[in-house]
């Protein structure tokens, strides 16, 4: 099992990152992103608020929420103490009451002490109403690995929360993503848990006018087709499609074009578009940073396994993860534990049967 294949030497890639809002009309941060979707959000429905930790006069702790507490105020930006399960739970009281909370976990690692809110009080609650009680309320925060934080602050948090029923849970990867993304999600009539990545906030990507635009939304449950290709399928979410972008391009330097899917939502996941794909290549490989047992990978490979596409598959699907073990704080080490671009190039000869 891949994730699991880690070459004795390697370059870990880095990007360079903008902490300030772009320059060039049609170029955004994913931090920037956000905001805007917070913004628009905020001033389209008076009912939507966002509380957590340090998100109001401190323009919270990656500055997402920045300048929406002067914008706003305190009665629809509220500064919470420091106690998940408290605020959690105030939240999703709120969203029985009718109004449409965004709360703000600092890191979805602290999400741990409020997922019984989470999971018993916004994901099960229409269900146990008989459908008469919607919870709209959106869960939103940096998710997985960052940098030298250590295992307790490290985890991908993607496989638990797409696993419960009652919940939608979204992964955006580019700038796109997180503004369509977050604003479906606060438009949502039940619970969404929204995983961003730290590692992407001040990241730069290109932006139509489309996306700038205060009525753009992307659909929950709708896969992107990010790069087109016709010898194999990759298929990743969130951080992890830049690695398999990159390798993509690298595998075509060498004549074999890979197809990139960004899943952009977990729950519902979006079979069709991952099921096209394979039977076109007839090859599979996925592509994720959190941990391989019970992970998004594993759940795609049983769909397919399931499904018509298994047919197709001229080759085992093989899974590109993170190492099955905490996070490592030594730098050299947390490289090692995660999967990067070098890795996928292996899996997809491998799977190609050109190693």
């Not at 009665?75 to 105030?90: C, L």
């Not at 979410?237 to 074009?257: C, N, P, Q, T």
């Not at 073990?325 to 995660?338: G, K, Q, S, V, W």
Request: charged share 20%; aromatic share 8%.
């Amino acid at each position: 099992m891949l994730g699991l294949i880690i070459p004795l030497t390697r370059s870990v890639a880095r990007r360079a990152f903008s902490t300030t809002r772009a320059a060039a009309a049609q170029q955004m941060t994913v931090r920037d992103a956000l905001n805007a979707a917070l913004d628009e959000e905020m001033e389209r429905d008076e009912r939507v608020f966002l509380l957590g930790e340090e998100v109001a006069q401190y323009d919270g702790a990656y500055k997402v929420s920045r300048g929406l507490w002067k914008k706003y105020g305190d009665k629809r930006v509220i500064d919470t103490p420091i106690t998940e399960s408290g605020f959690a739970g105030i939240a999703v009281g709120a969203a029985m009451a009718g109004l449409r909370p965004i709360c703000e976990f600092m890191t979805f690692n602290f999400s741990m002490q409020a997922i019984d809110q989470v999971i018993n009080s916004a994901a099960k609650t229409l269900y146990m109403s008989a459908g008469s009680v919607n919870v709209p309320v959106v869960f939103r925060g940096p998710n997985g690995a960052a940098a030298g934080v250590g295992a307790q602050h490290s985890q991908c948090f993607a496989a638990w929360y797409a696993h419960c029923p009652g919940l939608k849970v979204l992964a955006p990867y580019s700038s796109e993503d997180a503004k369509g993304l977050l604003k479906s999600a606060i438009r949502d009539p039940d619970p969404v848990v929204v995983l961003e990545n730290e590692m992407l906030y001040g990241a730069n990507f290109p932006v139509s006018d489309e996306v700038l635009s205060k009525d753009f939304v992307v659909p929950i449950g709708k896969a992107k087709i990010e790069r087109v290709g016709s010898h194999i399928t990759f298929v990743a979410y969130s951080r992890a499609v830049e690695f398999a972008l990159e390798a993509a391009d690298a595998l075509a330097k060498e004549g074999i074009e890979a197809e990139v899917i960004n899943l952009r939502s977990l729950r519902p996941l979006d079979e069709e578009t991952i099921i096209t794909s394979v039977m076109k290549t007839n090859y599979l490989v996925t592509v994720e940073q959190g941990w391989p047992q019970s992970g998004i990978g594993a759940e795609i490979c049983a769909r397919i396994m399931e499904s018509e596409a298994f047919f197709h598959l001229d080759s085992p699907v093989v899974r590109v993860s993170g190492i099955d073990i905490p996070m490592p704080y030594t730098r050299t080490l947390e490289a090692y534990a995660l999967p990067q671009t070098p890795d996928i190039i292996l899996a997809a000869k491998k799977v190609l049967g050109k190693n």
